[in-house]
């Protein structure tokens, strides 16, 4: 295993050539963990972070005032607070329904107005819409813009966005990469050397790089990450079936589902539909989150142990009420993040549970 490297400083009498200055620009525990990353994505750089919105923020850090950025509609509510952050630095940020093939090609037409960046977040957080990242590459390329996908609800398990066109992709290490809910984390990822000098030079300058301890934790994470992503998915797969078979259930959210209107496309750039499932419930969800034993209730997602949320009231709650509703995050809405956990006992759960309340 690799050793961790905590030191902050280095010696220079010890180093020839000087190689290690300053922990705040470099750190072999660090460089080991984007080695790892780049790995994964077959592509030659990585970046990370102190956590995946050091990381969205140093991406958007890239961005001139009068620059113009098309974002997806649904995204992480973070990243909505953090859009707002960035327009107030005078980014035009225009946030469009990316998944809907029309809106998105009316958005990425060429309308006269500049287009730097196009942000795709897919599966979206918590809707889980489905963006066509290789046909959005091609109309972001056309207009000369970069294409970003946030690829945190995925997992380069399981979609491979930078094979797909995309130019950079994004992540919450601390979701299924780390896995175990026990460190925060981000990362870029992208093979562009002129990119990756801008983003190290600027992650030195404002203190945005993690720990040598947090980095280790993350790369210890990344070994069973295929292992429990495919736990995490069979345990999806089995609660959307259940849910649907549930009268107290509204909608299910769930691209595995053929009902679901990303399901084709996810078929294609995803190699499994992914481990979150959102759906609406006919009562109370805060009760609901009470009664469940095995899911916690708690935010964050892609750990080992399963968790219940209601967006409203606790992800999206920073997202202004009226904007939330237009999007679809509405009050009733719950999103199911699974665990390693045995299927059948999570389906027992969670079934006890909505069954315990109104029908
Ligand atoms: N992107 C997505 C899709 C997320 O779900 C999250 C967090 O939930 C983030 C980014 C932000 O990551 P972090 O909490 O590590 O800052």
């Known amino acids: ?88 630095r005078g980014v035009t940020i225009d946030q469009v329904d990316l998944a809907d093939p029309e809106r998105r090609d009316r958005a990425l037409a060429d309308d006269g107005r500049r287009l730097d960046l196009v942000w795709v977040e897919s599966p979206s957080n918590p809707l889980l819409k489905i963006t066509d990242i290789a046909e959005t590459a091609r109309l972001a390329h056309r207009r000369g813009a970069r294409l970003l996908v946030d690829n945190t609800l995925a997992s380069p398990a399981l979609q491979q966005p930078l094979r797909l066109g995309a130019d950079l992709t994004l992540y919450s290490t601390t979701k299924f990469l780390a896995g175990h809910l026990d460190v925060l984390g981000g990362a870029l990822v992208h093979d562009d050397p002129e990119l990756h000098e801008r983003l190290t030079a600027h992650r030195t300058t404002v203190g945005t790089a993690p720990g040598g301890a947090d980095c280790f934790l993350v790369h210890r994470g990344l070994k069973t990450l295929s292992l429990r992503v495919a736990r995490q998915v069979e345990n999806a797969r089995r609660i959307a079936d259940a849910l649907a078979a549930e009268p107290s259930v509204g909608v299910v959210h769930y691209p595995g589902r053929p009902g679901h209107p990303g399901h084709a496309v996810a078929a294609r750039q995803m190699s499994a539909p992914g481990a979150l499932v959102a759906f609406t419930y006919r009562g109370d969800p ?74």
Do not use: W
């Open 1 to 88: 295993m690799p050793p961790v490297h905590l030191a902050v400083t280095y010696e220079r009498s010890a180093q020839e050539p000087l190689r290690y200055f300053y922990g705040r620009g470099e750190n072999p525990t660090r460089e080991q963990l984007e080695r790892c990353l780049a790995a994964l994505e077959d592509v030659r750089f990585a970046t990370a972070y102190t956590s995946g919105q050091a990381a969205a923020e140093a991406a958007l850090a890239l961005l001139a005032p009068g620059q113009r950025v098309v974002a997806g509609d649904d995204v992480y509510g973070g990243t909505h607070t953090l859009f707002d952050l960035v327009r107030g």
């Open 286 to 359: 805060v009760k609901l989150m009470d009664r469940v034993r095995l899911f916690a209730a708690a935010v964050s997602l892609g750990g080992v142990r399963s968790l219940i949320e209601c967006p409203a009231s606790m992800t999206h709650r920073p997202v202004p009420r009226r904007t939330r509703l237009r999007l679809g995050v509405t009050d009733d809405l719950v999103r199911l993040s699974m665990g390693i956990e045995d299927p059948a006992d999570l389906v027992e759960d969670l079934v006890h549970a909505l069954r315990a309340g109104p029908a």
